[in-house]
Nanobody
C-alpha cells in the first residue's frame, strides 16, 4: 500500500510565499511522475505543475515564473514553492503520484491542502 500526504497550506497575503510538500511512502515503488493540481471555488480541478522521474517539468501558464516544483529523492518528496501569490491562486491543492509497483502502474491522490491568498 502506498500513501501520499500533502502539507504546507495556509493563509498568506498577496505577494507572499508558501511551500507545499508531497511525500509518498509505503511499498517499494518507482515514481513515474508527481503532479500538483488545484481546485478553486466553483472551478474544475486543473493541473498546476508536473515533474517526471527524469526531472522534466511542466507548468500551467498561470503559474509560470512564480511556482517551482522540486524534489528530494532520498525522501521521496516533491515540493511546490509558490512565490508572488495572488488571490486567484486560492484553492485546494492536491498531489497526484503516478508510481510503478513491480510491473504495474498506479495513481494515488493526497487529501488536499488549502491555500488561501488574501488581497
Amino acid at each position: 500500500q502506498v500513501q501520499v500526504v500533502e502539507s504546507g497550506g495556509g493563509l498568506v497575503q498577496a505577494g507572499g510565499s508558501l511551500r507545499l510538500s508531497c511525500a509518498a511512502s509505503g511499498s517499494t515503488f518507482s515514481i513515474n511522475y508527481i503532479a500538483w493540481y488545484r481546485q478553486g471555488p466553483g472551478k474544475e480541478r486543473a493541473l498546476v505543475a508536473l515533474r517526471y522521474s527524469d526531472d522534466i517539468v511542466n507548468y500551467a501558464d498561470s503559474v509560470k515564473g512564480r511556482f517551482t516544483i522540486s524534489r528530494d529523492n532520498a525522501k521521496n518528496t516533491v515540493y511546490l514553492q509558490m512565490n508572488s501569490l495572488k488571490p486567484e491562486d486560492t484553492a485546494v491543492y492536491y498531489c497526484n503520484a503516478n508510481i510503478r509497483l513491480g510491473s504495474v502502474n498506479y495513481s494515488y491522490w493526497g487529501q488536499g491542502t488549502q491555500v488561501t491568498v488574501s488581497s
